[in-house]
């Protein structure tokens, strides 16, 4: 599945390659030095035990996240959105009824790449549980959502460019 980014978070998920790949180079210098050491057994050496355990956590994270970034696709920040449909860098209008208590909520928020969601600004990013299930839909359309805070039945009221 293809992660939609911005620029920042993708150079950050880079850095972070890099800082594993030293990481990693670092445990295996500690992990031959520890197996050098003067020891009866080299089962006996707990120095060198943990830095195996160290050093196969360190090459899942690495291997975990050189997946990701090799699934990534950077958003460039002045995409043109469609507004036909809900989908990435769009404004979205909501009605809400959770189906639990029978509240009804309006409310609006933009679908943004990971990396520029901002909650306190209703930006969200385009794989968060609520909007997942909005992406492809168009006004007037309905999507059933479960969440932690109930059963919510959703409406689109409108799609807008994000200003």
């Not at 120095?47 to 355990?53: D, N, S, W």
């Not at 209008?93 to 029978?102: A, K, M």
């Not at 839909?137 to 200003?163: F, Q």
Request: glycine residues 4%.
């Amino acid at each position: 599945m293809k992660l939609f980014v911005t620029k920042e978070y993708f150079s950050k998920a880079g850095e972070r390659i890099r800082d594993l790949n030293a990481t990693l180079a670092k445990i295996r210098e500690e992990k031959t030095a520890a197996y050098n050491e003067d020891t009866n057994t080299w089962h006996d050496n707990f120095a060198y035990e943990q830095l195996t355990r160290e050093e196969k956590q360190t090459q899942k994270l690495l291997a975990d996240l050189t997946s990701e970034i090799n699934n990534m696709c950077v958003v460039p920040a002045n995409i043109k959105n469609n507004t036909d449909k809900v989908g990435l860098n769009c404004s979205v209008c909501v009605n809400e009824e959770n189906l639990d208590t029978g509240t009804e909520t309006k409310r609006q928020f933009c679908i943004v790449p990971l990396g520029a969601e901002d909650i306190s600004k209703n930006m969200y990013a385009y794989n968060t549980p609520l909007v997942k299930s909005l992406i492809g839909l168009s006004v007037g359309d309905e999507a059933n959502v479960r969440l932690p805070s109930g059963n919510i039945l959703i409406t689109i009221l409108s799609i807008d460019k994000i200003n």
